[in-house]
């Protein structure tokens, strides 16, 4: 099993940047692939990018690609993302979500643990 922990959010004017981390401890952190989504206010939860143990293959939504980028360390168990040009729209919980099993890595379902989330809010 894995904890995750998020920290990074806050208050960021439009076109500003933010940089989000999820830390994972447990028995064998490294292992996983991990992932960002976030949650709007009445909306679902939705995948934001996601990033392979192995290959460090990146995944990332049509709406943050090119503004966004998602890193790991594998040495610290932390992972990253990176937020520039940040729009009203952005504005969100974002979560952490680790998964043992390789699979598309961009729905909810493909993720077993999950973080608390950290509120970003982006003001215009």
């Known amino acids: 099993q894995v904890q995750l922990v998020e920290s990074g959010g806050g208050l960021v004017q439009a076109g500003g940047s933010l940089r989000l981390s999820c830390a994972a401890s447990?028995?064998?952190?490294?292992?996983?692939?991990m992932g960002w989504f976030r949650q709007a206010p009445g909306k679902e939860r939705e995948f934001v990018a996601a990033i392979s143990r192995n290959t460090g293959n990146t995944y990332y939504a049509d709406s943050v690609k090119g503004r966004s980028t998602i890193s790991r360390d594998n040495a610290e168990n932390t992972v990253y993302l990176q937020m520039n040009s940040l729009k009203p729209e952005d504005t969100a919980v974002y979560y952490c979500?680790?998964?043992?099993?390789?699979?598309?890595?961009?729905?909810?379902?493909?993720?077993?643990?999950w973080g608390q989330g950290t509120q970003v809010t982006v003001s215009s």
């Open positions: 979500a680790a998964t043992r099993y390789n699979t598309r890595l961009q729905t909810n379902g493909d993720y077993d643990y």
């Open positions: 447990g028995r064998a952190a490294s292992v996983y692939h």
